[in-house]
């Protein structure tokens, strides 16, 4: 055998050796064996080719090991490999936590919400009469002033109700006078009446006054009999003038009560016919449609030879008179006080901004207010948080044209 080959043999041998012996069982009460310890003196152990499970498991790190040490060798490789990149990543999250602090600190004094919109009062124009449109004075969208004239009803048959009327008054006027005439002269027959009256009392007195003078003389027998039956005849007769008289001074005087009565009732004739009057020229002005307030003419419906009748309407204005509707929720409200400053961004004009100011907060969340309130004492009540709608006017009218509904981001200042 030559050497090379005694020596490859002997190299082999020795790492047989240590394999065993690194596979071996480990015990405290074993002795120490040295390496060059004859294999044949040892002994008796497990073949670790027996075993090979253990043996991988016993070579092979855990897989938790593995992973630590793979991403921190990960790291650092990265590190070296990419230090520029690494140092920016850092000082990226740096800036962002920096940044997230700055804008907690900077969010917290203001209080904003999308659901908000451009809300207004706007004017149902409808006509307070029937008849036939013969006019529209406007278009869709159009401008108009207060006084400005919409459209026109057929007004002939509310014309022919003012001269009714006006024929009435001028009826019942002539009734009126016509009384007052017959009342005074009443008046005069009463006073003609009086007078008789006073004439025939005189007469009955000369008369009373006569027949008791023949008539002491007829019993003294200074006087004859006939002159004092005349004298009693006299005195009849004007008692029964006087009788006459004033039961016509009576009549007279019922008579002007009568007249005074029938004055009463056309005087009250006379006020309706006037209110019949108003009326009818109340209902001719309300065949001219007019604008109430200054806006913006929408929902155009009306057309000529259509027919307009009460309570239909025919078109809208929308004042130029609006504000912001905005529906906070409940725990946004703690700080918001009326008058704190607003910040009012309109999505239509690219996110432009108005300034503004809280004008009220209502009284109640909107559910409270809505056509069915929700009842939450039936046993199924799941708490929401409650919205509450925040009144905010424009601090200036916007140069832009605004309608109601329009989205908005309202943003208040309720910390300075």
Not at 45 to 51: D, F, G, I, S
Not at 119 to 139: F, K
């Amino acid at each position: 055998m030559s050497s090379a080959d005694v020596g490859s043999s002997t190299s082999a041998e020795a790492v047989r050796r240590g394999r065993s012996f690194e596979n071996r069982p480990k015990n405290t009460s074993d002795p120490v064996i040295a390496e060059d310890h004859d294999v044949s003196s040892e002994k008796p152990q497990a073949n670790p080719e027996a075993n090979p499970e253990s043996r991988k498991a016993d070579r092979e790190p855990s897989e938790t090991d593995q992973s630590q040490d793979q991403g921190s060798k990960g790291i650092k490789g990265a590190y070296r490999k990419h230090p520029i990149a690494m140092v920016v990543c850092l000082g990226l999250i740096v800036v962002g936590v920096i940044a997230g602090i700055a804008w907690y600190l900077h969010a917290r004094h203001y209080e904003s919400t999308d659901d908000a919109f451009i809300d207004g009062r706007p004017v149902l124009v409808s006509p307070e009469v029937t008849g036939s449109i013969i006019s529209v004075n406007v278009t869709d969208n159009q401008v108009v002033k207060k006084g400005d004239l919409l459209a026109t009803i057929d007004a002939r048959n509310y014309k022919a109700a003012v001269d009714q009327a006006d024929a009435q008054i001028r009826q019942n006027e002539a009734t009126e006078k016509n009384l007052e005439a017959q009342i005074a002269g009443q008046k005069a027959q009463v006073d003609q009446a009086t007078q008789q009256v006073t004439e025939a009392a005189s007469a009955l007195k000369f008369a009373t006054d006569e027949n008791t003078r023949y008539q002491d003389l007829v019993q003294k027998g200074a006087g004859t009999v006939q002159r004092a039956q005349q004298a009693s005849s006299d005195f009849n007769g004007k008692q029964a003038a006087l009788d006459a008289a004033t039961a016509a001074k009576v009549s007279a005087e019922r008579q002007i009560d009568v007249l005074n009565a029938q004055k009463v009732g056309a005087a009250a004739q006379l006020d309706q016919s006037k209110a019949q009057k108003d009326r009818a020229d109340a209902d001719l002005q309300r065949t001219e449609l007019r604008a109430t307030v200054d806006g913006r003419v929408t929902k155009l419906t009306g057309a000529v030879g259509a027919l307009a009748t009460p309570g239909q309407a025919i078109m809208i204005v929308v004042p130029l008179d609006i504000w912001v509707t905005a529906n906070f929720k409940e725990s946004q409200l703690a700080d918001m006080r009326v008058g704190q400053p607003v910040d009012i961004r309109i999505d239509a004009f690219g996110g432009r901004n108005f300034p503004g100011q809280v004008n009220s907060v209502q009284a109640g969340s909107g559910t409270a207010f809505s056509l069915l309130p929700a009842e939450n004492a039936t046993g199924n009540y799941v708490k929401v948080v409650q919205r509450v709608p925040v009144k905010i006017t424009f601090n200036q009218r916007p140069d832009v044209e605004l309608g109601p509904g329009m989205s908005v981001v309202p943003t208040v200042t309720v910390r300075p």
